[in-house]
């Protein structure tokens, strides 16, 4: 070690330095303190520069896929393809068939169709039309209606939900007593 101190020592040593040279490091260093604002800047605006410069590209990019969408509209062919895809729309003529594939069908089923058509007991139709003219012409109170469509005593058709159960069934009555004591 002492030869390792030893070597260093007279490194040291073995520089001279001289008026003009600690002059010229004063000037580098000035010159540095001087220059570094400036440059700082520079970088600065070489990145911004950079910056718009990408974004420039990117807006001709978009630009360009917009004429080029624009003139995809201009054709007819594919303004048409558009109406049929999007809107559903079909020539004079034609019969569109849409597929919904909201149910999978299992490939192999044990049921066995049947090839006999099954004939319905009542018309929809009519039952809808005869009820609407029945709710709009009768007279009758709905719980008498409900009584003659369910075949059931007025007091078997349950109270409305949130009804006072003051009005009801005795046996309520006790219950909802003992809720409220509770």
């Given at each position: 070690?002492?030869?390792?101190?030893?070597?260093?020592?007279?490194?040291?040593?073995?520089?001279?330095f001289?008026?003009?040279?600690?002059?010229?490091?004063a000037?580098v260093?000035?010159?540095a303190?001087?220059?570094?604002?400036?440059l700082?800047?520079?970088?600065?605006?070489q990145?911004?520069l950079a910056?718009?410069?990408?974004?420039?590209?990117?807006?001709?990019?978009?630009?360009?896929?917009?004429?080029?969408e624009?003139?995809?509209?201009?054709?007819?062919?594919?303004?048409?393809?558009?109406a049929?895809g999007r809107?559903?729309?079909?020539?004079p003529?034609?019969i569109?068939?849409?597929?919904?594939?909201?149910?999978?069908?299992?490939?192999?089923?044990e049921?066995e169709t049947?090839?006999?058509?099954?004939?319905?007991?009542?018309?929809?139709?009519?039952?809808?039309?005869?009820?609407?003219?029945?709710?709009?012409?009768?007279?009758?109170?709905?719980e008498?209606?409900?009584?003659?469509?369910?075949g059931?005593?007025?007091?078997?058709?349950?109270?409305?939900?949130?009804?006072?159960?003051?009005?009801?069934?005795?046996?309520?009555?006790?219950?909802?007593?003992e809720e409220?004591?509770?």
């Open positions: 070690m002492p030869e390792e101190q030893g070597k260093q020592s007279a490194w040291v040593s073995s520089l001279r001289s008026g003009f040279t600690v002059l010229i490091v000037l260093a000035v010159g303190l001087i220059v570094s604002p400036t700082s800047t520079y970088v600065q605006q990145r911004e910056e718009l410069r990408e974004s420039v590209r990117l807006h001709r990019e978009a630009v360009a896929a917009a004429d080029a624009r003139v995809k509209w201009q054709d007819p062919a594919y303004v048409r393809a558009q049929r809107l559903f729309y079909v020539m003529g034609e569109q068939l849409s597929v919904i594939e909201d149910v999978n069908v299992p490939a192999e089923r049921e049947s090839d006999q058509l099954t004939a319905i007991d009542h018309n929809w139709a009519r039952t809808l039309l005869a009820s609407t003219l029945t709710a709009g012409t009768t007279l009758a109170e709905p008498e209606i409900l009584q003659g469509l369910l059931s005593s007025p007091e078997a058709i349950p109270a409305e939900p949130g009804g006072d159960p003051a009005e009801g069934d005795p046996a309520d009555q006790d219950s909802a007593v409220e004591s509770e």
